[in-house]
């Protein structure tokens, strides 16, 4: 078998359940509805009494409850049962090659890898072949270290993005594995969609996997020889935490290999169309809108002009990569939209994001800003602009893709809360699973 590892990946040792049911066995992403324990109730209910991979994890709505050191602990010893118990089926050295058909009918592909944990890194203005999309929190860190120490399994919610215009890896990938017979095919809980995987093991398909990553790698190799391999869509806390498990572990051991130095992903073309990225907007209370607005322009450039309605603005902000549109009220109580064209390059947010800090930080220390999905949000919170409690909503375009990984490898990690991948529902799943810690 070839090695993977200039491309800082492996083949892993696939854990897949035995003849259980998967719409019960599948749980979402623990970092989802953290401020909805009726989700994870209603999960709960869904699993009942079988073999789940709810019993796996630890939903993050729970990481401050008094009970999480017992929940913990019965993680642990779940974990231990299901392989004691004969609940997984032998392991298989294999790539898994997904299809996700989530709740809005989009189908997401994508090719379920180890990572190599030492090809990460989440600093910034990092030359790994993995890189952080966002800001890591390193607060947020050791609590998930709690839970992946020791475990002797793990699951992957962890989505990386690859930059693959021609479709060249996981969609061909996928090609070759769909000639078998797939090795889960299930409705998810919650209506969240089906989900189909099909393993990718023979010699052939796991030679053109290569060829494929090569090509790759020359065409995102820049001047100074670095290479920009992956970059972590969702999950990056968890591949931070992985990480810094890896490294303790390291240092304590003495050794350079083991299966705690890989951790489970999925890899997603960037430019799959069943992958949706949408902005995360802006909403600054306390503030004047023109002033806010002049202070952006004066920083970043562009061109301000007056639209009519708000059905103007939002048109002109989405069908651009580097316009921004700010709604607020006039002093007579009447709506305000406000339209700010650049010509910049980068994606938008990560030039917009310091000005608003530091706009907070020197001109408008009683500011806040808070962060909102969907543009209807950023009109209905706009509308409420008065001369008691001043508000602004920035509405920001739309991500673009064929700029993500070129802003992130000059500029480095973006802003935090600058886009997401899809409705909530549509994060990944727990499924397949691989031994950790023995």
Not at 37 to 55: F, H, I, M
Not at 58 to 85: C, F, G, Q
Not at 283 to 289: G, K, P, Q
Not at 376 to 391: I, M, P, Y
Request: aromatic share 8%; charged share 30%; hydrophobic share 35%.
């Amino acid at each position: 078998m070839k090695s993977f590892t200039e491309f800082g990946i492996k083949v892993p040792e696939i854990l897949l359940p035995k003849n259980k049911d998967m719409s019960v066995w599948s749980v979402i992403a623990c970092d989802q509805y953290t401020q909805d324990v009726s989700y994870w109730e209603r999960a709960s209910d869904c699993a009942g009494s079988k073999p789940s991979t709810l019993n796996l994890i630890l939903p993050e709505v729970y990481l401050a409850s008094p009970d999480r050191t017992e929940r913990i602990k019965n993680i642990r010893k779940t974990m231990n049962d299901y392989i004691a118990e004969g609940i997984f089926d032998d392991a298989k050295d294999e790539f898994i090659y997904v299809e996700r058909k989530t709740g809005y009918g989009r189908i997401r592909k994508g090719l379920v890898v180890a990572v190599d944990l030492d090809s990460y890194e989440w600093k910034p203005m990092s030359k790994a072949l993995i890189r952080a999309t966002e800001a890591t929190i390193e607060s947020r860190i050791p609590p998930r270290k709690e839970i992946r120490k020791n475990a002797p399994l793990e699951s992957p919610h962890i989505m990386l993005l690859v930059n693959d215009p021609k479709h060249s890896l996981v969609e061909k990938t996928g090609e070759m594995a769909k000639k078998n017979s797939p090795v889960y095919d299930s409705d998810l809980m919650l209506n969240a969609g089906h989900i189909t995987g099909w393993a990718v093991s023979s010699e052939e398909e796991l030679n053109k996997v290569h060829s494929a990553l090569e090509d790759l790698k020359k065409d995102n190799t820049a001047s100074d020889g670095s290479t920009f391999m992956f970059a972590v869509g969702d999950g990056n806390h968890s591949l931070a935490t992985a990480k810094a498990v890896w490294d303790e572990y390291k240092a304590e051991t003495g050794l350079t290999d083991s299966p705690v130095r890989y951790a489970l992903v999925e890899i997603v073309n960037i430019y799959d169309e069943g992958l949706t990225f949408e902005p995360i907007h802006r909403v600054l209370f306390n503030t004047d809108a023109d002033a806010l607005a002049s202070y952006v322009q004066g920083t970043i450039g562009g061109t301000i002009y007056s639209c009519s309605s708000a059905e103007e603005l939002d048109a002109k902000v989405k069908n651009s990569t580097a316009s921004f549109g700010f709604v607020s009220k006039t002093e007579d109580g009447k709506d305000k939209f406000t339209l700010l064209e650049t010509s910049i390059k980068e994606l938008a947010v990560s030039r917009l994001q310091p000005v608003l800090d530091k706009y907070i930080e020197c001109c408008k220390k009683d500011a806040s800003i808070d962060y909102i999905h969907g543009s209807d949000e950023v009109f209905r919170l706009g509308a409420q602009d008065s001369k008691e409690n001043r508000t602004v909503s920035i509405l920001l375009p739309p991500v673009a893709k064929d700029s993500f990984f070129a802003t992130i490898n000059s500029r480095g990690p973006l802003p935090r809360k600058s886009f997401s991948m899809g409705e909530a529902s549509e994060k990944r799943f727990y499924l397949e699973c691989r031994k950790l810690f023995s």
